[in-house]
């Protein structure tokens, strides 16, 4: 715990939460609905998950309670990468079950899943949840990317939850988190634990989301975060009047981030990767996608403008997803692994994979700039190239860059290209959370407890009506197991949540598409600003775009 | 001007900016106080500007009028870079223009300096100007780094203020737009022009600072972004316990904004260029210092920590400073730039070039690495190594990562270090004013034309007292005369406006020398989060640690 307070947090510390009215009340009971069962392979989930299956869907409503008050201790535990309301989740636990009986205890494990297995804890009292009410980071407990996967530390959880004497365990974590606990419910019931284990939907990628789930939390403050720095390069682009910005955002296995922080500041271009995977789009389309911009802009006087980009978008343009496979398939093997390491100079090395590659891949690699090349051959111990290191902003500034001097050379432009690359994430994942967050992580965390107090097991938590007032939010928890389908990842079959990507048929891709035209061309930019938490009601509490668009 | 506004831009745009008392009441008169010379070159500043110097000082006290109610027309231009609260000083001079005499006009010059130049100009208009109240950036009119010099600039300057009939001619900028305002001043008057002209102290980096300008404009803004932005890094760090974060900052020629954010955020090593120089300290000690910090940490269980680094960090290393100087003066020679350019592999260069440094200046530039090398012989056009091109935050992580290695192997540290960089900048300079900024930038604009009105002319306004509640405030004009000196630049002596480095003995350093080993190992982060508008005055109306410290 830092020794020193910004006046701000301080303020902040006061704000108490919002609950759905059922939940606020205090006075509601645990209801039963229909029986939800996965739309795929249920045949294989089921086998997989014999005691957790087929389970019905639960809300909570006002009304005379039917949950029992004896004395219950829970643990929760952070798992996978930050996201903002992390610790509010745990504050609405702690108030939830100390509201139920004084004699609760809530514990937290360390570091992630690895506290569950080596049994590292920390008592969760009320000193230390008034330190953190309503700040940004997962500092309290700290949070960690290990799974429980082996039979070794499924057995360690089982011991440790027993000897713990835990009713419940809350993991805070996104899709593979989610996946996880449901796993560890389906072991601890399957071994007579009287632990329960429910997940609560964590991840500002905003891939964790489905007819239950209508957002994961930390995405609205982190989206906020990033359209707020986004917004000022914005003005900084339309007061300097001579640069280009490329941004990459956060988002690996989905845009929803980039779309959001799109349609928040009106960037001149906002590439979506499930687009480019969808039109099949090269490299080089991409890159002319985003010269014919530069050149329209350019005939207007408009040497600057802003060009958003997806974290992932390289591994969703499929000539280079080809392209990777094929030499990662080919380092594989120990002696072209080996000759490729032996070689002194980039271009020898290069010279001896193009021979290898399929003809479409050795285009693929050769359309990369020689620092990209670099990148990929920098092979890691198990010989696959390490695509999520290139700088795909740079990637992107270099091929339109020797366009548009191509482009001048045949006297097609004008313009003046000088760009500045950005790369906006850690700014945004430990934020303090926005009133919605702050809001919505506090009733996740409260609706978590009364699961684990009415002896649910193998749930995710969630809050529907999110565009409405709290006072209208509707809580409730669905069987892990329903929402499960079977991938196969690293080679073999695994029960897995389904990552929500951007629907192009969807209304947020549909708003963008619309005004694509004029977002590119024109000056159209929105500055967000800040976060405010004191303001009025529509500067302070207003919900994603996304979120509005899809649900409102 | 964008079609879409923002919920908190709407809200924002009704802030009435806080005055000085003594302008706030209407009736106030100039009073000419001591008259004020430099301190230094008196002479010489006096041949230079024979027109312009010794003039008194000038305040504005509340009483009877003496400024004369006549029409006036008046010209303001944005010089340089960026700087939060631009939009205020022009909201400011049209609304005190206007109060005066519903027939002022303000025109504003477009894309900076040059605008006066070519005579671009706009009327500003009560609905332009309500467009921009409290926003960010100087998209307004634009900014343009040119400077008036030419005797054929000048002419122009002369002849355009005279066709549009302007009284006073008010010059937004830093230390060097200012002095290039006092000579426009001395030219326009030693030309029997009746415009005065003004100038307004901005610049982020806070370096245009002296006894009468307590804080150049924007500075509170950039710095409270910055901030944020490096608080929340500190929440990610302690939430992820894996990440040294090394964040660049904004700053060339000093190193006010570094420490201001590392007082802010109490990041764990906050480099300061003037100290580094103070100490004559090689890049070597630089990198060494950091490594006893990352060491120490992780003795405590802590592989993770910030580093906060002024961007003009290299130019105060000695070492590195004499051999770029060297670099310089050996590439400026045709021949040996042309048999730089000659070779085609770097070592080739780097072995050429070793043989003509002196033996320090060989070890200097043997000490960098690869990268940094290479990127200082990616020589212009003039021959000079572009020093502000290398990325001072990973040339540091390289050579920390280096030292933690070797440390390792000798068994000296178990210290993990993995290192992410982070340049934070462009999301600072446009950001929309605090209230602080949004009313020091409104009482600066409402000052200059007051100035204009009373007929000064070389002047640059300020605001005194800026600690204390607004209505305490001072409204004040110093001639620029007063605080000129001589400097070579570029082989030539001319008159300058001194840049206020980071004093060793001042207030703010001495707060984070003294603090500075507890916040090195210990985790006393603050996290300052977003800039607030609406909330408790003790959150909304901090002004910089910086002028709480020299001025408190």
Tied chains: 1, 2.
Excluded at 336 to 360: G, I, K, N, P, W
Excluded at 375 to 390: E, F, R
Excluded at 500 to 512: H, I, N, Q, S, T
Aim: hydrophobic content about 40%.
């Amino acid at each position: 715990m830092s020794g020193a307070i910004s006046p701000l947090q301080k303020a902040r510390s006061a704000y108490q939460p919002k609950l759905p009215l059922s939940l606020k009340n205090g006075s509601f009971l645990v209801k039963k609905g229909e029986v939800i069962l996965p739309p795929v392979d249920r045949d294989r989930i089921k086998t997989l998950f014999p005691n957790t299956f087929g389970q019905p869907i639960l809300t909570f409503e006002a009304g005379e309670t039917n949950l029992s008050n004896h004395a219950i201790r829970v643990g929760v535990v952070l798992s996978g990468g930050q996201a903002p309301g992390g610790h509010n989740v745990i504050a609405g636990l702690f108030d939830a079950l100390r509201t139920a009986n004084s004699d609760n205890k809530l514990f937290g494990f360390l570091k992630g899943p690895i506290g569950i297995v080596k049994g590292n804890f920390v008592e969760i009292t009320s000193e230390i949840i008034d330190a953190y009410r309503n700040t940004g980071g997962f500092d309290m407990i700290m949070s960690g990317r290990d799974k429980i996967e082996s039979a070794e530390d499924l057995k360690s959880c089982l011991d440790n939850t027993a000897t713990m004497d835990l009713n419940g365990l809350v993991v805070v974590g996104g899709d593979d988190s989610n996946t996880n606990a449901a796993m560890l419910a389906e072991y601890l019931k399957s071994n007579d634990s009287k632990c329960c284990v429910v997940g609560v939907p964590k991840t500002i990628d905003g891939d964790m989301r489905n007819e239950q789930i209508e957002m994961s939390f930390g995405f609205d403050t982190a989206c906020k975060t990033y359209s707020e720095v986004i917004g000022n390069i914005c003005r900084d682009a339309t007061s300097a009047i001579k640069y280009w910005h490329f941004v990459r955002l956060m988002g690996r296995a989905a845009s929803h981030v980039t779309l959001e922080c799109g349609l928040s500041t009106h960037a001149n271009i906002t590439l979506i990767s499930e687009e480019i995977r969808s039109k099949g789009m090269t490299l080089a389309e991409v890159a002319d996608g985003i010269v014919d911009t530069v050149i329209a802009r350019a005939a207007k006087g408009r040497n600057y403008g802003i060009v958003l980009i997806p974290e992932g978008l390289l591994e969703f343009i499929p000539e280079l997803k080809s392209m990777i496979d094929e030499l990662a398939t080919m380092l594989g093997d120990k002696d072209t692994l080996e000759t490729v390491r032996s070689f002194d100079t980039h271009e020898e090395r290069t010279q001896y994979l193009s021979s290898m590659f399929s003809a479409l891949s050795a285009k693929a690699y050769a359309s990369l700039p020689e620092d990209t090349q670099a990148v990929l051959l920098n092979i890691d111990s198990h010989g696959n190239p390490p695509l999520s290191q290139v700088e795909t902003e740079k990637l992107l500034i270099d091929l339109v860059k020797q366009r548009i001097a191509s482009a001048k050379k045949q006297g097609k432009t004008a313009a003046k290209f000088t760009a500045l690359s950005h790369f906006v994430g850690y700014e945004g994942r430990c934020a303090a959370p926005s009133n919605f967050d702050a809001d919505y992580c506090y009733s996740l965390g409260y609706t978590a407890a009364q699961v684990v107090r009415a002896g649910f097991t193998g749930y995710t938590v969630s809050v529907k009506n999110l565009n409405q007032p709290a006072s209208e939010w509707v809580a409730m928890a669905t069987p892990v197991t329903s929402m499960l389908n079977i991938e196969r990842r690293l080679g073999k079959d695994v029960p897995v949540i389904k990552k929500a990507l951007v629907e192009l048929d969807g209304k947020p891709f549909k708003m963008y598409a619309q005004n694509r035209e004029k977002w590119a061309v024109e000056d159209d930019y929105v500055y967000p600003g800040p976060i405010q938490y004191f303001g009025p009601s529509e500067v302070c509490d207003v919900t994603p775009i996304t979120l509005q668009l899809e649900r409102g």
